[in-house]
Each structure stands twice: as C-alpha cells, then as structure tokens.
C-alpha cells in the first residue's frame, strides 16, 4: 500500500498526540515562576510564600518568588499580562488587582482580558479599632459620636488607595458619616498614632494590632470584612453591628496569563486549596489574621468582574487621585 502525504501526516499526528498528552500531563516540568507585584515581607508576599513552599512541595517543582514591586502592583502585573500561557508564570495579587483600572488613566494591560483567575486564597479582614481613651466600646457608639459633629472625626491608612483607606471610605459611605483620612506610610504609624489618640479609628489588618487588643490598648469595635474573622471570632461583622453594606473584602489570589489551559488552571486551583489544608498553612494564615478562601476558577472570574465595577463607584466616592501614567 502506497501512503499519500495525506495518510503519512495522519500517521505522523497520531504518533505525536500520545507523547503531547504525556508532556501536558507532566506538567509541571520545570520550577514555577510567581511574580507578586508588592515588595517582600508584605502580607500578599507572606502569603504567596507559604502557598508556594506547600505547594512546590506537593507538585514536585519548586514555585520561585519574583517580587515586582511598584505603581501599585501594575508592574508586576504587566509582566504577568505578556507571559507565555503555559503555567510556568503565574501571579499571587490582592485586591488592588480590582482598584488599578479606576486609579490609572492608562495601563500597559486589561484587567480582564489578559487574565485568567485561578482561585482566591486568603480573605484578610481589617478590623476597626480604637483607643479605649476615647471611652467608645461598640460600632454604634462611635457612629452616634460622629453624627453628633459631622466633620470631626478622622481615621488613619496607611497610604492613599490602600485597602485600609478603601475600607474605611467603604464604611463611611454605608455609615453616613463624615470623617477625614490621615494617610500614613504604612500600618506601624498608624497604629502608634491611634492607640495615642491622635486619630480616632482604624481599619487595621488583624496582625498588626493583636497584640494592642489582646493588651488593652485598643478596642476592636468591628472588622471591615462580610464574615467574622477566625482571629477575632467574638468581634462582630461591620454589617453586624448595625452597618449593612459596609463589608469589604480584602483578598489575596492566584492569576494566570489569559488563554492559559483548563487543565493547567485546574490544577493550580486544587493544589492551592491542598496547600490550604495543611497544618503549616493553617498555623500562619491565623498568626497573620488570614482566612483561607477558595473559588473554582469560573467562579473567582465572576467575582473579580463583579468587584472591579463596584470599585469604580467605591474610587470615585473616595475621591482616589487618577494616576496619568
């Protein structure tokens, strides 16, 4: 029998569909690349570190941390946007991922199309917190403090557009109440200057203040997020105490570049909720206040389209400066 080239290509894809299978489903082959668009030690750096170790471990490749830190995680970003589709370039972000396209005139990618969700990890509840010197123990006495003098009160951030100023113009919004942002460099300042007195409130991640709680020497009236957080489970919800609306989530999850593989993106999202599900995992997630938090990959995309039109009426609200570049 005489083969046309017809048949010998046939042939010829036949032979090479089983070792394509082989290779897809050797993945990973090679070490991962997670580039987190914040400097190391930050909590979303913290967080991917202690995912990667477990997973890495589980996937029998090594997950490398590259910290590509500045303009508000969008260079980190844009380097996750132009990667190849193939796995071996991921990216662990928070929920500035959501903000960058309302505080940005002009980005270098599109927060939609040039990704894929994986699946959240962490829900990192902020918690509102006082100085017991200003002799207010519950969420609506500080409400009723503040509608007495409209005007009067501040909080801190720590920093313009972070997910502490977010939150808190988030509640403000909810709460109807006026009050001013002291923006600070970080979380450490604004600690010191409430717990001073110096500024009336904070929406402060759990880590940073457990200590002043546990102490005495701040009163947590409510935390920021739609659950109660593991680390505080007896402080109530902002919705709770009588706020509805009020709830913001700050999150940490895993992205791929757009048009990466089903398979691939599936199986990311099950090593991650296995990592999640280990004892050192656990232990960390509750030293920094963290709750694990996991989506199936449609899922989590409904959720980040969801989220980034709500912030485009949260950023204006807040008056967030537009960044030209």
Same mark, same amino acid.
């Given at each position: 029998?005489? #083969?046309?080239?017809?048949?010998?290509?046939?042939?010829?894809?036949?032979?090479?569909?089983? #070792?394509?299978?082989?290779?897809?489903?050797?993945?990973?082959?090679?070490?991962?690349?997670?580039?987190?668009? #914040?400097?190391?030690?930050?909590?979303?750096?913290?967080?991917?570190?202690?995912?990667?170790?477990?997973?890495?471990?589980?996937?029998?490749?090594?997950?490398?941390?590259?910290?590509?830190?500045?303009?508000?995680?969008?260079?980190?970003?844009?380097?996750?946007?132009?990667?190849?589709?193939?796995?071996?370039?991921?990216?662990?972000?928070?929920?500035?991922?959501?903000?960058?396209?309302?505080? #940005?005139?002009?980005?270098?990618?599109?927060?939609?199309?040039?990704?894929?969700?994986?699946?959240?990890?962490?829900?990192?509840?902020?918690?509102?917190?006082?100085?017991?010197?200003?002799?207010?123990?519950?969420?609506?006495?500080?409400?009723?403090?503040?509608?007495?003098?409209?005007?009067?009160?501040?909080?801190?951030?720590?920093?313009?557009?972070?997910?502490?100023?977010?939150?808190?113009?988030?509640?403000?919004?909810?709460?109807?109440?006026?009050?001013?942002?002291?923006?600070?460099?970080?979380?450490?300042?604004?600690?010191?200057?409430?717990?001073?007195?110096?500024?009336?409130?904070?929406?402060?991640?759990?880590?940073?203040?457990?200590?002043?709680?546990?102490?005495?020497?701040?009163?947590?009236?409510?935390?920021?997020?739609?659950?109660?957080?593991?680390?505080?489970?007896?402080?109530?919800?902002?919705?709770?105490?009588?706020?509805?609306?009020?709830?913001?989530?700050?999150?940490?999850?895993?992205?791929?570049?757009?048009?990466?593989?089903?398979?691939?993106?599936?199986?990311?999202?099950?090593?991650?909720?296995?990592?999640?599900?280990?004892?050192?995992?656990?232990?960390?997630?509750?030293?920094?206040?963290?709750?694990?938090?996991?989506?199936?990959?449609?899922?989590?995309?409904?959720?980040?389209?969801?989220?980034?039109?709500?912030?485009?009426?949260?950023?204006?609200?807040?008056?967030?400066?537009?960044?030209?570049?």
């Amino acid at each position: 029998m005489t #083969f046309t080239r017809r048949s010998a290509a046939i042939a010829t894809l036949a032979l090479a569909l089983p #070792f394509a299978a082989a290779a897809q489903s050797a993945y990973p082959s090679k070490p991962i690349r997670v580039i987190v668009p #914040f400097a190391a030690g930050s909590t979303t750096d913290i967080i991917a570190r202690a995912i990667a170790d477990k997973m890495g471990q589980s996937m029998g490749q090594t997950l490398v941390i590259d910290n590509k830190g500045g303009a508000s995680g969008t260079i980190g970003q844009a380097q996750v946007a132009s990667a190849a589709p193939d796995g071996y370039t991921i990216m662990i972000h928070s929920s500035s991922h959501t903000v960058s396209p309302h505080t #940005f005139a002009k980005l270098p990618f599109d927060t939609i199309a040039d990704f894929t969700p994986v699946t959240p990890i962490s829900s990192t509840p902020n918690v509102l917190v006082i100085s017991p010197t200003k002799n207010i123990k519950t969420l609506r006495e500080l409400l009723t403090a503040a509608r007495a003098k409209p005007g009067s009160m501040n909080f801190a951030s720590a920093g313009q557009g972070s997910a502490t100023h977010l939150n808190a113009e988030k509640f403000k919004l909810a709460a109807k109440i006026d009050a001013q942002n002291i923006p600070f460099k970080g979380s450490a300042e604004a600690v010191t200057e409430v717990v001073a007195g110096r500024v009336d409130y904070y929406f402060s991640p759990i880590a940073p203040v457990i200590g002043q709680i546990r102490n005495g020497q701040l009163v947590p009236l409510a935390v920021g997020s739609p659950r109660r957080a593991a680390a505080l489970p007896d402080v109530p919800t902002t919705a709770e105490a009588g706020v509805p609306g009020s709830e913001f989530n700050f999150w940490i999850g895993m992205f791929a570049p757009a048009k990466t593989p089903k398979d691939i993106v599936d199986r990311l999202q099950a090593e991650v909720v296995k990592a999640l599900a280990t004892p050192e995992v656990k232990e960390r997630f509750l030293a920094l206040g963290a709750d694990a938090w996991t989506l199936r990959p449609e899922q989590f995309d409904a959720y980040v389209r969801e989220e980034i039109k709500s912030n485009a009426v949260l950023v204006k609200a807040a008056g967030l400066e537009v960044h030209k570049q």
